[in-house]
């Protein structure tokens, strides 16, 4: 292996680990596709199986045979032993990479990977019909979990819209768990446009827009219209705001989720549970 002890903790190399903002990662290559960090061996190896170019690693000493063994591993299975001897990886202390970092590695690893190209939307939509859409969710936390319940209860695939948290960025992806790796997902790009536009483009692409938001004439999310569409868009909106009005105008419905006690509204990654769970039912 191409073990590289830390002892500079200003290398150039390591900028990407602790110097360079979420947003240079994303566009580190432009205009081609650039770079994300993966935190934790668990994201790190779904990364891989999922066919992610590692660039490098960083490990903390300590943990170099333990946690790193297994990643290698996977490294030699999907890149080849040539390449896995190759790829950088830096070790230093425990101390020393928190100094680097700011705080203490998740598990004491983490890989940076190039990305790839994202699908076009209407390839994308093809063969997609349960379909979510995360409409200026900037939270990276509720992005991962998010992804994490539309992994796990059934949906096709995610549509983020442009300004979204990306579902690469670190701790949406640590809190995926590594499914934004498993369900396919794209970007709405559009960011000069209209906000309706996004409804606009998946009628037409024979999506029943469904929004998640309390108004009179709003469906329970167990409404049988809701779940027996051939092809079905939820759209999520922001944290506390929600969607936009001009959104939720332009939606074919809106959606609630009974509640009791005085409560109004749930988390939109609570909700977005709830919501994924009952379309996955029969």
Not at 20 to 46: C, D, M, T, W
Not at 71 to 89: C, D, H, Q, T
Not at 182 to 209: H, S
Request: charged residues 25%.
């Amino acid at each position: 292996m191409n073990i590289i002890h830390i002892e500079n903790l200003y290398a150039p190399e390591l900028d990407i680990f602790a110097r360079i903002s979420e947003s240079q990662l994303l566009h580190y290559y432009e205009p081609k596709p650039g770079l994300f960090i993966a935190e934790s061996p668990n994201v790190i190896l779904r990364a891989l199986e999922s066919g992610y170019q590692p660039v490098s690693l960083l490990v903390e000493t300590e943990r170099l045979d333990k946690e790193a063994a297994p990643v290698m591993e996977s490294v030699r299975r999907y890149m080849g032993n040539k390449f896995a001897e190759e790829l950088p990886i830096y070790t230093a202390d425990r101390i020393i990479l928190k100094e680097l970092t700011g705080y203490a590695l998740v598990r004491g690893l983490w890989g940076a990977f190039k990305r790839k190209p994202l699908q076009e939307l209407s390839d994308f939509c093809k063969d997609k019909n349960r379909i979510a859409i995360l409409h200026d969710i900037v939270n990276p936390t509720n992005v991962g979990a998010i992804t994490r319940s539309a992994a796990a209860l059934g949906m096709d695939g995610l549509i983020i819209t442009y300004d979204t948290v990306n579902p690469l960025y670190r701790r949406s992806a640590r809190v995926s768990m590594g499914t934004v790796f498993q369900i396919p997902w794209t970007v709405y790009e559009r960011q000069n446009e209209a906000r309706q536009e996004i409804t606009n483009f998946l009628k037409d692409n024979g999506y029943m827009t469904v929004a998640m938001a309390l108004t009179e004439d709003s469906l329970s999310v167990n409404d049988e219209r809701i779940k027996t569409a051939n092809r079905l868009a939820i759209i999520l909106g922001t944290e506390g705001y929600g969607l936009p009005d001009d959104v939720i105008r332009s939606c074919d419905h809106t959606v609630k989720i009974p509640m009791y006690h005085g409560v109004d509204s749930l988390n939109v990654a609570a909700a977005s549970a709830v919501c994924f769970w009952e379309l996955s039912k029969e």
